[in-house]
């Protein structure tokens, strides 16, 4: 009775402490547990089993586009990050050396790889001789290192996993429709798949990627009011392209160096759903990402009543299989325990078998999002679970849009902008003049962040002041305190 009680003891308020409740949900849903190497974590296998949904259904959208896979070594010689300058400055800080291998001290220090640019770079500078050989469009799953100060299981941890993708163009432009091609791509998978509604556009010149030319992002907005950037696309333009010679003989004779492009989307996205879905009672998970959508928990007061509960629950169990990732709660802990463990867990659905659903031939289903139990006709399963399933998939997507809508302002004063970062919580949206020591200034002053620039801007133009400088306006923008 100790263990049951201990699991089921309340977590923390999520508005009494945000981070409290997400570390213990993340730990209770056994999604993660901490490594002995600082900063590491350990992906437990519930937490896996999302992370192995979110790779198959995010990896069909990029196969879509014509991208394929590949793998690339994870040591890259220190040389090669020196070879752009820019991005070497941007990953200086966080790049973890290897210095010695087999006893001996190594010729050169090699790097665990914080991003790819540079070897793979290095490798399509070799493939890529002609124009006939364009474009080149790969993507890798895999783990990198970026040796982080303070971190937060699946939110920022020294090593991830992610997929970073890696794609060569005859063209610039050619190179900036892929790179908005690929938000494209996130932005989809975040609002279809995940249910996390985002806002996709642009990065300042203070926040682009180390290296780029332009970086575009998708921002969410967490259960806390925080901003997360949950993808991040970049066009390199020649930059790198440049530094390690990538160059093709095009169509007119003449030898031009491609244009490249990176993009990637990691585990980070796993927080990001806890964050936003999450509730009092833990997880709540979209269906298209849950590792089991049903269920299903067994439920019977006397032994005579077992087998045959038992048998309709093996019915069912049969008819669903392969239409929808069904799991059978066969453990000996209580029917309560299981409904709170499930719920802990985030399944998008429950099903409950007892005596009288058997006698009615029926079984009681009920909603993670709202708790709301409807008994259905086992004849009728079949067709309504995925119904149900698609309507809680929508409900969790809508409610996060409200949410987000509820929490962002618009304000052209500095002072109720101030106002706003400091005692309510959200996105602020502004008039903005883009101006890189204003944005550092406004950071400093407040703690907020330039999210995003949005591709949805005013028709014809922004009209006004920026809300800092009081030059003319150029674009609006969304600040925000973030992850």
């Given at each position: 009775m100790d263990n049951e009680e201990k699991y089921v003891e309340e977590i923390a308020d999520q508005e009494d402490n945000f981070s409290k409740w997400y570390n213990q949900v993340v730990r209770k849903a056994e999604l993660a547990d901490y490594a002995p190497v600082r900063g590491c974590m350990i992906i437990r296998p519930y937490g896996y089993a999302i992370w192995e949904n979110l790779q198959r259904l995010l990896d069909a959208r990029f196969k879509e586009t014509d991208v394929v896979n590949a793998y690339f070594p994870l040591l890259i010689p220190r040389s090669f990050l020196?070879?752009?300058?820019?991005?070497?400055?941007?990953?200086?800080?966080?790049?973890?050396?290897?210095?010695?291998?087999?006893?001996?001290?190594?010729?050169?220090?090699?790097?665990?790889?914080?991003?790819?640019?540079?070897?793979?770079?290095?490798?399509?500078?070799?493939?890529?001789?002609?124009?006939?050989?364009?474009?080149?469009?790969?993507?890798?799953?895999?783990?990198?290192?970026?040796?982080e100060k303070r971190t937060t299981l699946f939110l920022r941890t020294s090593e991830f996993l992610w997929?970073?993708?890696?794609?060569?163009?005859?063209?610039?432009?050619?190179?900036?429709?892929?790179?908005?091609?690929?938000?494209?791509?996130?932005?989809?998978?975040?609002?279809?798949?995940?249910?996390?509604?985002?806002?996709?556009?642009?990065?300042?010149?203070?926040?682009?990627?180390?290296?780029?030319?332009?970086?575009?992002?998708?921002?969410?907005?967490?259960?806390?009011?925080?901003?997360?950037?949950?993808?991040?696309?970049?066009?390199?333009?020649?930059?790198?392209?440049?530094?390690?010679?990538?160059?093709?003989?095009?169509?007119?004779?003449?030898?031009?160096?491609?244009?490249?492009?990176?993009?990637?989307?990691?585990?980070?996205?796993?927080?990001?759903?806890?964050?936003?879905?999450?509730?009092?009672?833990?997880?709540?998970?979209?269906?298209?990402?849950?590792?089991?959508?049903?269920?299903?928990?067994?439920?019977?007061?006397?032994e005579a009543e077992k087998s045959a509960v038992l048998e309709q629950v093996a019915r069912v169990e049969k008819m669903l299989k392969g239409k929808v990732r069904v799991k059978v709660d066969m453990s000996e802990n209580t029917p309560g325990w299981k409904y709170n463990e499930w719920e802990m867990r985030g399944v998008p659905v429950r099903m409950e078998i007892g005596p009288r659903d058997v006698k009615n031939n029926s079984v009681m289903l009920v909603r993670r999002d709202n708790r709301a139990k409807t008994p259905i006709s086992v004849d009728a399963l079949e067709t309504h679970l995925p119904e149900l399933l698609e309507e809680v998939q929508q409900a969790l997507f809508q409610r996060a849009?409200?949410?987000?809508?509820?929490?962002?302002?618009?304000?052209?004063?500095?002072?109720?902008?101030?106002?706003?970062?400091?005692?309510?919580?959200?996105?602020?949206?502004?008039?903005?003049?883009?101006?890189?020591?204003?944005?550092?200034?406004?950071?400093?002053?407040?703690?907020?962040?330039?999210?995003?620039?949005?591709?949805d801007q005013p028709e014809g133009g922004v009209q006004g002041k920026c809300i800092y400088t009081g030059k003319p306006a150029t674009c609006e923008a969304i600040f925000a305190r973030a992850y």
């Open positions: 020196e070879r752009e300058a820019e991005h070497v400055e941007g990953f200086a800080p966080e790049v973890a050396w290897v210095t010695r291998g087999g006893g001996e001290e190594l010729e050169e220090p090699l790097a665990i790889r914080p991003t790819s640019e540079t070897i793979i770079g290095h490798t399509y500078a070799k493939w890529i001789q002609s124009y006939r050989d364009l474009p080149v469009l790969i993507n890798q799953w895999n783990n990198v290192m970026r040796w997929q970073e993708g890696h794609t060569a163009h005859r063209t610039l432009d050619e190179a900036e429709e892929r790179t908005k091609q690929m938000l494209e791509v996130y932005r989809a998978f975040a609002e279809e798949d995940a249910a996390i509604p985002v806002i996709a556009g642009r990065k300042s010149e203070n926040e682009k990627f180390a290296g780029a030319l332009r970086t575009y992002s998708i921002e969410a907005m967490m259960g806390d009011g925080k901003a997360l950037q949950a993808g991040t696309s970049h066009n390199l333009g020649n930059n790198f392209a440049k530094s390690f010679d990538i160059q093709y003989l095009d169509s007119d004779g003449q030898r031009k160096y491609c244009a490249t492009t990176s993009w990637g989307m990691s585990t980070r996205m796993i927080g990001g759903l806890i964050m936003v879905h999450g509730d009092s009672s833990g997880l709540i998970l979209p269906p298209r990402l849950a590792p089991y959508q049903v269920v299903i928990v067994p439920i019977w007061r006397k849009v409200e949410f987000r809508k509820q929490n962002t302002y618009a304000t052209d004063s500095y002072d109720e902008f101030k106002e706003i970062i400091a005692e309510k919580r959200g996105f602020v949206r502004v008039k903005w003049a883009e101006d890189s020591a204003a944005e550092l200034a406004i950071k400093e002053e407040t703690k907020a962040t330039l999210r995003v620039i949005p591709f």
